[in-house]
């Protein structure tokens, strides 16, 4: 008998410690699960002047979901420090306004506080990551100083702004943008239209974007011409004013390509609850200070979606304020990924 009660006492602590081992793994694949189900929410509140407006609490909120109200799981409305990515068309078709978009880049860059992250990104017919996310202002502005022109035809756009959403920014934590200094026309990049604009609504990345108008014809000028120029200054490249109405989210059919770029600039910017800059701007340092203030005090809510919906449908997402004197801009759709 003494025999057969010390394999017992074993078999049966075997099987505690399976079971429990069991309900601690269930428990933290639960955990995780809930943490990649939240949706995450930028929400601007405004004045009528466009001043942030401090000081709202999470009962101030409500969002929803294909009309359907949800719960706030999460409300975040503490100043905290940036990840940004600057996005720098270094094309052929940018030639014009690449001093110009240089100068815009080290102007952000002068606004960051000791403990925002910045990187340096340029793009032509491949992604460069001229500087990875660092603090150090001087890094940073070394690297846009380096940038030129690509020696082959190409503007991969598209794939520049995924590449930073999923592989660069998808495990930071904190508030996340992009600052897209472009004209905005896209050659050769592997993710369509569609398909990008569909990642972002996945995504907690803002898209700032700043177009400028350029021409093809300035390929010719290849060589022979100065690194660098203010807005209106030695280069001809100025933010882009488009002069086409608009004409809907997608597909709406074949428009000249500078109204393409432009709107489709401007729906990375919407979905993304981000800005779309397309008057004339002759003072950029007034409007990235107004930029890294936004990015800055931004709200940011949570909420967990129903555990049965449909993966492959685009959700709508509204969120309001329980103020009458106040604009609100936020994410307005989402996609379970």
Known sequence: MVKMTIPLFLLLSFSVFVVEARAQEVKRDNTIKIDTNL??????VSDR????VAGLKAEDFSIYQDGKKQTISFFGA????????????????????????????????????PADRAMVVSFDHSVNVLCPL????TRLQRAVDHVDIGERLGTVMRDAVIEVVERYFAKVNGRKAI????DGKDHGSSISKDELLDRLEESDVMVYSVLYKTSLDSMARRRGMGRRGGMGGG???GVWIPGGRDRGRRGRGAYDREEDASEYAKQMSEVSAGRFYQNEVTDLNATFALIADELRKHYRLGYYPPD???RSVTHKIRVTVARNDVAVRARSSYRAK
């Open 39 to 44: 949706v995450s929410v930028p929400v601007v």
């Open 49 to 52: 002047q466009g001043r942030y």
């Open 78 to 113: 503490e100043e905290e420090p940036l990840n940004v990515a600057l996005l720098l068309d270094t094309s052929y078709s940018a030639l014009d306004a690449l001093g110009s978009i240089q100068d815009a880049a080290l102007d952000f860059i002068r606004l960051l506080q």
């Open 134 to 137: 660092t603090s150090d202002r």
């Open 179 to 182: 600052i897209l200094l472009t």
């Open 235 to 237: 280069r001809p490249g």
């Open 308 to 310: 049965n919906e449909d």
